[in-house]
């Protein structure tokens, strides 16, 4: 309200930071740790976007949880579960918490691996079927080429051998 009437009559209010701080030992203060880490900032921009974006949701949904209290049962049910119709998206959350558990290990957060066991979630297969080098185009265009030179180095030597 205070900022609503400075910038009616023109001032500028003074903005408060809505960042608020991690609670030590929780799973926001997990992911901003690992957001610092070496492994993280060497990933590729194109991976980075990914990663923000599973990292946010575990973040807004489950960043307030100690990963102290973090176990099979809990990540099952707790994490995973809403998944449960979108088995990629939980392959996906499944991964990226793993990420995270090993950061942890690694800073010595964590003693032990609580998502060992968990089976990945089965997911169709998606994309293309398998492809033979005839219906690669890219390979297509290699063995052709391969093949003139082939023809082109036999022909040059077959012509320059005495008779």
């Given at each position: 309200m205070v900022a609503y009437q400075a910038a009616l009559l023109g001032q500028t209010a003074l903005v408060r930071d809505r960042f608020v701080p991690a609670a030590p030992g929780t799973i926001a203060a997990l992911i901003a740790s690992y957001k610092k880490s070496a492994e993280y900032i060497g990933l590729r921009d194109t991976s980075k976007t990914g990663y923000i974006s599973r990292l946010e949701t575990l973040r807004t949904e489950h960043g307030h949880r100690t990963f102290a209290g973090l176990s099979r049962e809990r990540i099952i049910t707790g994490i995973l579960q809403p998944y449960a119709d979108r088995p990629g998206a939980a392959l996906d959350t499944l991964k990226k918490l793993r990420i995270l558990i090993r950061h942890a290990?690694?800073?010595?957060?964590?003693?032990?691996?609580?998502?060992?066991?968990?089976?990945?979630?089965?997911?169709?297969?998606?994309?293309?079927?398998?492809?033979?080098?005839?219906?690669?185009?890219?390979?297509?265009?290699?063995?052709?080429?391969?093949?003139?030179?082939?023809?082109?180095?036999?022909?040059?030597?077959?012509?320059?051998?005495?008779?």
């Open positions: 290990i690694n800073i010595g957060w964590l003693k032990h691996d609580p998502s060992l066991g968990i089976k990945r979630p089965k997911i169709k297969k998606i994309g293309h079927g398998p492809t033979t080098k005839l219906s690669n185009s890219k390979s297509a265009g290699r063995s052709a080429l391969n093949s003139a030179r082939h023809f082109t180095f036999s022909s040059i030597w077959v012509s320059a051998a005495p008779m």
